[in-house]
């Protein structure tokens, strides 16, 4: 059974930062594909970024410059550095695996940014 369980998040200032993780449990986590969304209130999930198995990355248009997806695959973890956080980043951030056509999600962690 693979679990995937989010820290990090919080309260912070505009301009701030924060760095979330992400704990993978139950499966090698080498050949995962992860991916960071995040939930405001009121709207869809969103991608964040994403990186491959082999390391390849992508950040959606919004977070380009202050968002910093990587992973630790000795330490089966996802992380997702946040700088020059902005009110408008405020949401629920979800950490999502995939494995063989496999999707996974973590619970969530809020992240909230005041101006």
């Known amino acids: 059974q693979v679990q995937l369980v989010e820290s990090g998040g919080g309260l912070v200032q505009a301009g701030g930062s924060l760095r979330l993780s992400c704990a993978a449990s139950?499966?090698?986590?080498?050949?995962?594909?992860m991916g960071w969304y995040r939930q405001a209130q009121g709207k869809q999930r969103e991608l964040v970024a994403t990186i491959s198995g082999g390391g390849n990355i992508r950040y959606t248009d919004s977070v380009k410059g202050r968002f910093t997806i990587s992973r630790d695959n000795a330490k089966n973890t996802v992380y997702l550095q946040m700088n020059s956080l902005k009110p408008e980043d405020t949401a629920v951030y979800y950490c999502n695996g995939v494995l063989r056509g496999n999707i996974y999600w973590g619970q969530g962690t809020q992240v909230t940014v005041s101006s």
């Open positions: 139950g499966s090698s986590f080498g050949p995962f594909f």
